[in-house]
């Protein structure tokens, strides 16, 4: 089992920045695919940013050029730092991890709110 705990939320005003941390005592992330992931109440649960073991990220539009996934495989720790954040970003994001190869693999955190305010 892969614990995940996920810090750095919280409120900010229009155009504030956050930058969020998924923290896990195990050392998967030079094999696991790790990713960031959010949920609105009322709505799904969608993709933020996710980086490959290799490194190489990917991100939501909504996100692009605002938002930077990244990971620092010794301490194990995995970071989204959120800037020119706006309200529609409110949501509960979430931490996970997923074994490249098989999907069915997969692991989260407990969420961590993160409330922007207008």
């Known amino acids: 089992q892969v614990q995940l705990v996920e810090s750095g939320g919280g409120l900010v005003q229009l155009g504030g920045s956050l930058k969020l941390s998924c923290a896990t005592p195990?050392?998967?992330?030079?094999?696991?695919?790790m990713g960031w992931y959010r949920q609105s109440p009322g709505k799904q649960r969608e993709l933020v940013a996710t980086?490959?073991?290799?490194?190489?990220?990917n991100y939501a539009d909504s996100v692009k050029d605002r938002f930077t996934i990244s990971k620092d495989n010794p301490k194990r720790a995995l970071y989204l730092q959120m800037n020119s954040l706006k309200p529609e970003d409110t949501a509960t994001y979430y931490c996970?991890?997923?074994?490249?190869?098989?999907?069915?693999?997969?692991?989260w955190g407990q969420g961590t709110q993160v409330t922007v305010s207008s």
């Open positions: 996970n991890a997923v074994h490249p190869l098989n999907p069915s693999v997969d692991y």
């Open positions: 195990t050392n998967i992330f030079s094999i696991y695919n």
């Open positions: 980086i490959t073991a290799g490194g190489r990220t």
